[in-house]
């Protein structure tokens, strides 16, 4: 079916120029926080991943969150081959955008603004498909299928089959190869309720079309 050519094309294929010449990686936050607590620190995990692929050991990345104009920065260290941590505390209300910074290059994520408010304030909810466009920033796939114009289609712009999604998503490497040379999607060991809402989020109302 035409939309699972389209979603492959867009998930696996990164043209070998870019793998050889590129210098890029992409940095996956492994929990990325839906709100935050003022004044109450949270312990930020990710990972780094030469084009996409290779896990990146050795680098001093940085997490810097800016509200208006406050900015807090904080320093990386590692925790395994690839994969840091940085505490981060917000010292505000506000909604603070997180921005984490490989040290690989000018490689970084920069995830959606996240609402921080006092402890016992209210709390409203994501729904799944806003939580999967929180995701779709927070665990990398921006960078690949958005910014780097790797393909022709913007994934965010169709809609595509739920079910498949969650497949791919799952294990990227069960899936049949639709293209003859670049990188494949690695397995990011997305955890279940991560999957249905990044599914939620490629498959809904955000969608323009049908693929």
Request: aromatic share 6%; proline share 7%; charged share 20%.
């Amino acid at each position: 079916m035409r939309f699972r050519g389209l979603l492959l094309s867009a998930v696996v294929a990164v043209p070998a120029g870019h793998a050889v010449f590129g210098g890029w990686a992409v940095v996956t936050v492994e929990n990325p926080p839906e709100r935050l607590t003022v004044g109450v620190p949270y312990t930020l995990e990710y990972s780094v991943r030469q084009h996409g692929k290779e896990l990146l050991s050795g680098l001093d990345g940085r997490i810097e969150a800016r509200a208006g104009g406050q900015v807090v920065r904080a320093d990386a260290r590692p925790l395994s081959a690839g994969k840091y941590s940085a505490v981060l505390t917000v010292p505000g209300a506000g909604s603070w955008t997180i921005t984490v910074n490989s040290g690989f290059g000018k490689s970084m994520t920069v995830m959606k603004p996240i609402a921080a408010a006092a402890a016992g304030a209210p709390i409203v909810a994501m729904s799944e498909s806003e939580r999967g466009e929180h995701l779709f920033n927070a665990k990398g796939c921006a960078t690949c299928h958005v910014e780097m114009k790797v393909i022709p289609v913007d994934v965010r712009s169709a809609k595509y089959d739920e079910k498949f999604v969650k497949q791919l998503l799952a294990d990227p490497s069960a899936m049949p190869k639709r293209h003859k040379a670049g990188v494949d999607m690695p397995n990011l060991n997305l955890k279940p309720g991560e999957i249905a809402a990044l599914a939620a989020y490629l498959s809904g109302p955000n969608s323009t079309g049908t693929r």
